[in-house]
């Protein structure tokens, strides 16, 4: 072949390479991927979430996240990536690396029933970057690699598969990438599905009835959750025995799909969404369709307390179902009385089933009916009595009859009562009693041990604890379950099959770490609107909230307000948290408990201190020691985890004579713990580190003259640094030994008050403080001892008092003039004050200064005799036109960028305020 052809053939091959890439992304690349087109449509459930950092934080605060990582699916997984980071040289800055993968993504996962009691999942995680490719295809190759696993591809459709195999329990799981959309799935039939899914381009998604809409954008919203409700018998037949589940499936047909969207907090799971309604013939939708709802707490007055399952149904007997008379005739008359007596009966019926005993043993039901006159249903019960010829004998349990029935209870609430029985009037030992306006029917020995609840009064009415959950349910719906998981638990592991029973038995803690179940569907006003649907609510709650209880605010109060039982004291310190724009809060209660407050509104944990919390601050982690939450108490220094627990060797035992009036820390270093400062209420110091070794000099060192403001605790050069102002005027600055640095102490020319600016450097001679003493004075001076400024900032009197109020960063300041009932508020750069507020009551007002740059200014000035707090911005400007309630002696401010408005966290009594407050403009 000559060089020319070659060349020719070669450009050819170019040209059509370049042809086929250009046609690959103008037209199949150009179509974005719906990632709801690649889940099969047998989906039972699909799970959607899109904050995967957020979904971890919640459930690490629901305290779910430790019983999830328990369960031996979670510990399989764990385990294979333990490996692979072990392989590949992981870290401790890539054990999360999962985490940051899934990050802000679209992640979708779906349950099918891919057998008779197999279940299989189907995982899709989307990848935004080729890093990402690489980052998952490294570590199936680091497993592949290694004598327990095995990798291998396979061909599906002209579609390629990876396969990884654990060699020893021979499991595998099967990877796909379909245009940078990853699925995983340990079952390769439902990856196969996917691939016959794609034949199919045209098909509706599983989502395409809710297709306009998207609870993910919804604030607050962890996860979406999408039920195939007619596939729901079919998936609970892998979990329960087949006889065990008859009348759920009879429910499960009141609904065909619906969407609902996740939310986790604290003491609860709450799933609220919609459901659209079941279209086929016969089902339970077409039964009750029109009829009104009911109100489930009617039944709280009736209700045991040892109910495991309440199925509260918004159905009248003799509009739902036909009655005996319709089916068949008899001689006596005995149906004509049993539709009479249905006639009787309100809108409104309920299974309840108790708990039991063992597992073995079936629960006893209890059927309720409302009826509309009781003195009716009375006399038609008698008429029946007389025509099947029972004894006109009854049993009486306190005021209430227990009469014998001899009809079926099926008769009541028709065929959902009893599914696989005809629909007959058959005689059964049976009994009925009258409890206010219902009616109950069950066996005799049942019904005199619930009547003993009912005399004794334990009922979910004089529950507390119930009445509390019912107050967050639905208060109408037609159709509501409500499940005690504890009195329900012999009851559930009697209908598992076997196969479960024993998972279930592993996983207790999760399945009872939220004791009240209910789910409840609500109909439409207008049902015969085309569009219409079932407001859907599946809420999990835990009884015991913790020491406070979420209330609704006011305009001022952006209902973000929680009421705690004790009055709180001190004020409200924020704890940055990873992954979040909103900080969570710390506040101590006037009972000496220590409150940790998410920045969802939820108190995650409580400790009891020996006295009132000061210096609360953060202590960072790194260098040799962890971090925490650093504060002292009585005579303790603490040092708590995210989780409330002590960081061991804290807490740090002080002698007992010692009281920590507040506590600073500066971080140490590689193999070098964090120092520790003590100031103690008898205006002595303590330098300790983190290990507990109390420096010498340091035992404790007290002060000639009490301190002027929090003292400074820093690191120069390798070396520590104690820097104490005293009120007389003089500063001192010590070395770790408690030596004086040469040159000190230094006198500013007058009384001092307030805190100090602190400018670190890399030598004694460039490390710089500020202070002002009570002419006004601004002094810098160094390390070195000498003073390198000094120049007035305000007029002064003999009766002014200054005070020099730096930022929580330490960067910026405000200088603050007292004189009498005025107060003044400067910046060292004008002469001017940037404000000027007088008041009505004496004594030292708190002020705090906060500077989130970009000229985001404010100023909090904390009056305490009324209790309110002034915000000024940086033009000096009220914020709101008036101060705002606050009994707390300070507030917590914090600046959020993505709203481009302030966080406001204040202490009002017993309460805890979140205020949202917009950024004025200049």
Known sequence: ????????????????????????????????????????????????????????????????????TAVRYFQQAAGHLAVADSLGGGNARRRNRLLRLLGRKLVITSVHVTGPGELGVLYQVPLARVGEYRQVRGLLETLGRDARYRLA????????????????SETSLTVFNYRN???????????????????????PTVLAAFSSIDLLQLRDTDASLLINYRRLPQFLDVLFRREAHGSFDQLASLVSQGLLGVKLAGSRAQLRGFSNPESAGGTLQQRLRGQPSARPKDLAGVLSLRTA?????????????????????????????????????????????????????????????????????????????????????????GPYEVHPVGFSEAVVLGPLLAPRQPFTAEAIAGASTLVGNYLVFSD???????????????????????????????????????????????????????ERRAGLLRNEALFKRFPQMALQFAPADNEQAPDAQYFTQFLLRHPNPGPALAQAGGAAANSRVLAFTHELVGGPTLVPVPGTRVPAVLVQDSARALHFVSADHTVLWT????????????????????????????????LLANDGREVLPFPLHLPDTVRVATVLAAPGGPGVPARLLAVTAGNALLLLDAKGRLFPGW??????????????????????????????????????????????????????????????????????????????????????????????????????????VPAPRGRTFVVAREDGSQLDVFRPTQEAPLFTQRFITSGEKPIQFFDFGDARQITAVTEPGPGQVFLYDGRGRLLGGAPLPSTGTSVGLSYDATTNSYQLVRLVGRELRRTELKVTTP
């Open 181 to 203: 959309h990853l699925l995983i799935s340990a079952t390769p039939e439902l990856v196969e599905a996917v691939v016959r899914r794609l034949t199919h381009p045209e098909a």
């Open 607 to 638: 400790d009891t201190l020996d006295g009132p919390a000061v210096g609360v601050s953060l202590l960072p982690g790194g260098g040799d020691g962890p971090g925490g939450l650093l504060l002292g108490a009585g005579p303790r220094l603490h």
């Open 699 to 804: 035992q404790p060192k007290r002060l000639d003259f009490p301190l002027a403001g929090r003292p400074a605790l820093l690191g120069v050069g390798g070396r520590d640094v104690v820097l104490a102002p005293l009120q007389n005027g003089y500063v001192y600055a010590f070395d770790g030994q408690g030596d004086l640095f040469p040159g000190f102490p230094v006198s500013m020319g007058g009384r001092l008050a307030g805190d100090v600016l602190v400018q670190s450097g890399t030598t004694l001679g460039r490390t710089r403080f500020t202070v002002v003493n009570q002419h006004g004075e601004l002094v810098t001076f160094s390390l070195s001892g000498d003073i390198l400024s000094r120049r007035r900032v305000a007029t002064w009197s003999r009766t002014a008092r200054f005070r020099l």
């Open 444 to 498: 005799e020995p049942t019904l005199n041990g619930y009547l003993a609840d009912v005399v004794a009064g334990r009922t979910w009415a004089q529950s507390p604890t119930q009445v509390a959950f019912l107050q967050e349910t639905l208060p109408a719906a037609r159709l509501s379950l409500f499940v005690d998981t504890r009195n329900s638990w012999n009851a559930l592991l009697g209908a598992l099959t076997e």
């Open 1 to 68: 072949m000559s060089r020319k052809l070659l060349a020719l053939f070669t450009a050819l091959l170019l040209l059509l390479a370049l042809a086929t890439y250009v046609y690959y992304r103008r037209t199949v690349a150009a179509v974005p991927v719906d990632p709801y087109a690649l889940v099969p449509d047998d989906a039972v459930l699909v799970l959607s979430t899109h904050d995967h950092p957020a979904l971890v934080r919640h459930l690490q605060e629901t305290e779910l996240w430790d019983n999830l």
């Open 309 to 397: 399952l309440l199925i509260h149904l918004a159905a009248n007997p003799a509009q739902t179902w036909p009655g005996p008379s319709q089916q068949q005739a008899d001689s006596l008359g005995r149906n004509a009385a049993l539709d009479s007596l249905r006639a009787s009966f309100g809108g409104e019926m309920a299974i309840a089933y108790l708990a039991t005993a063992a597992a073995s043993s079936r629960p006893r039901q209890l059927v309720f009916v409302r009826c509309r006159v009781p003195a009716r249903t009375t006399r038609w019960l008698a008429r029946l009595r007389r025509l099947y010829g029972n004894s006109p004998a009854f049993n009486k349990v």
């Open 153 to 168: 591809t396979r061909t599906y459709r002209d579609q390629e598969f990876t396969v990884l195999t654990e060699r020893r």
